[in-house]
């Protein structure tokens, strides 16, 4: 029963100054691949439910002494649910949540801080082709481990 899998490509143009002066770095390359190695969803006429497991695999390219990296250099698991209502006269709300379990990172000895987050919409179809709506999302680090 496995999912999808999800590749990104990374652009990235990073412009900072600090005590020692202005640093820069222009990046690009393929990104960490996300796989889901399962998605259940459950559906009824007006009301919507997936839930899964994002598995984001540090295949990007990652160097410390690097500021741009296209690939974060560590493993995270993220518990993923999400739910959509879309009534009959086409009032839609949408929620996704995720919880990220993240891994150490081996080339800088470090582990990001566990962090919740979900994205979240409220829209009107106003036929098969437009929704008007706002969309939006919401980021915690919960824990921090280092």
């Given amino acids: 029963m496995g999912g999808p899998s999800l590749l990104a490509l990374v652009y990235q143009d990073i ?4 005590p020692g002066g202005p640093r820069g770095e222009v ?4 990104g960490d691949i996300i796989v889901d190695p399962f998605i259940l969803g459950w559906h009824w006429k007006n ?3 997936t839930a899964g497991l994002d598995v984001y695999l540090p295949t990007g390219s990652y160097d ?12 995270t698991i993220e518990p993923v649910f999400a739910a959509t209502y879309l009534s009959d006269s086409g009032i839609e709300v949408s929620g996704k949540f995720m919880y990220d379990f993240n891994l150490k990172n081996n080339d800088t000895n470090y582990q990001s801080g566990e962090e919740f987050h979900f994205d979240y ?3 009107y179809h106003v036929d098969k082709q437009l929704t008007l709506g706002l969309g939006g999302y919401y980021y915690l680090q919960t824990a921090k481990i280092s």
């Fill in 64 to 75: 410390k002494a690097h500021l741009a990296n296209a690939g974060r250099g560590y493993w």
């Fill in 27 to 30: 990046r690009w390359g393929l």
């Fill in 121 to 123: 919409t409220v829209g």
């Fill in 47 to 49: 009301f919507h439910i």
């Fill in 15 to 18: 412009d900072m100054t600090t």
